[in-house]
């Protein structure tokens, strides 16, 4: 036994009916990698960078030219994605490979409609501003370069609201009774009330982390106000009523003891944070034996490389992985029985013990 096991087609449909809501998944996915690879695209050629590559150039050369700082993986990857994409064409020089743009290349010339993505794509259109200088090797923080505002209304979105009820129908929500629930990257708060929602009246305890400072704060003092538009009211003063707590924190270090929680949940966090695999084993620690560790996290077979480049040009972040790496690595720190279904990696496992 290696601890995965296939989800049952029943199970997957579950899982993606809340999805569907969306609209068509696929379609939807398709509309994204059109949308990063334009943006990316157009802001490197705004900004001259593809012009570094008008004659054949080694990526050594090219990174003296244009002052990028080298060796760097960031290069070689984002050299890479413009070959394969075939933006960029590799030839033999002297010294070994070089690249110049390729003669079939033309950019759009009128920016992709983007009809299903919310705020997420203002979100990512601002990240994408950073690639210049990632190039020169200096990177920014999650909030840093751009207003707390897009990311707290993109994760408003429907989008992450059907990816928790997925999440939410791919378990059996009755294991949740009297759980201790750890909310790991609860962001803005969104997740964490609508949790508390779904899990109302079953005496459970949401202890909810994020590291971002300006995020956690929001998360913490719009809960009841988040709550209520999810048509609860809270009356903290009752007996019978268990708040979350908020702490800033990272899922590297949890400031937790081992085997503290009966679950621990969370969506699309892995990527931002610079080792997945450890991160994995830190938030394993903290889960009681014989406990459940669920949520979705999107991977690469649904990500754009583009929006890997976006992604990576945030301090400390590994980017996106595949679905087979996110399972070898669950395995690796100890869940068994591990599932995933849908589009954006919904999934769920249990601690060995
Ligand atoms: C795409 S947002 C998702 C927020 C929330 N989970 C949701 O679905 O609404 C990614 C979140 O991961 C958080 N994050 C980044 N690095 C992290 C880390 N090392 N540990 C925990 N959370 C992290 C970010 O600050 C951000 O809030």
Redesign the pocket.
């Known amino acids: 036994m290696n601890g995965i096991l296939e989800a049952t087609n029943i199970d997957k449909f579950i899982a993606l009916t809340p999805l569907m809501r969306l609209g068509n998944n696929r379609k939807r996915r398709d509309e994204m990698m059109v949308y990063f690879r334009h943006i990316v695209l157009k802001m490197l050629h705004d900004e001259g960078i593809l012009s570094t590559f008008e004659k054949p150039i080694s990526i050594e050369d090219a990174a003296k030219k244009s002052g990028w700082e080298y060796p760097s993986d960031y290069v070689d990857m984002f050299v890479s994605i413009l070959a394969n994409d075939k933006v960029l064409k590799r030839s033999a020089g002297v010294m070994g490979n070089e690249y110049s743009l390729s003669s079939g290349f033309k950019l759009a010339e009128k920016d992709p409609v983007v009809h299903h993505f919310e705020d997420f794509d203002v979100t990512y259109a601002e990240y994408v501003k950073n690639i210049p200088a990632r190039l020169k090797g200096v990177s920014q923080e999650?909030?840093g370069t751009i207003s707390l505002f897009n990311?707290d209304s993109a994760?408003a979105s429907q989008l992450?609201q059907a990816?928790?009820d997925s999440a939410f129908a791919f378990i059996d929500k009755k294991w949740l009774r009297n759980a201790k629930l750890l909310d790991?990257?609860?962001?803005?708060g969104?997740?964490t009330a609508d949790m508390w929602v779904k899990l109302a009246g079953m005496n459970a305890e949401i202890t909810a982390?994020?590291?971002?400072e300006g995020?956690i704060k929001i998360a913490e003092a719009d809960f009841t106000r988040n709550v209520k538009k999810a048509g609860l009211d809270i009356d903290p003063n009752a007996k019978d009523v268990k708040l979350p707590t908020f702490h800033q924190?990272?899922?590297?270090k949890l400031e937790f003891d081992d085997n503290t929680f009966d679950a621990v949940y969370?969506?699309?966090?892995l990527h931002?944070?610079?080792d997945p695999p450890s991160?994995i084993k830190e938030i394993v620690r903290v889960i009681k034996p014989g406990g459940m560790l669920f949520g979705a996290q999107s991977g690469t077979e649904t990500t754009n490389p583009y929006m890997n480049l976006v992604t990576r040009t945030i301090k400390n972040t590994y980017g996106f992985f595949s679905r087979q790496d996110f399972t070898k690595w669950m395995i690796a720190a100890g869940i068994k029985f591990f599932k995933t279904a849908t589009i954006v990696n919904t999934f769920k496992g249990f601690k060995r013990g």
């Open positions: 999650f909030t990311w994760l992450y990816v928790r790991a990257g609860c962001g803005p969104y997740e982390i994020e590291p971002d995020l924190g990272t899922v590297e969370f969506s699309n966090i931002w944070t610079p991160a």
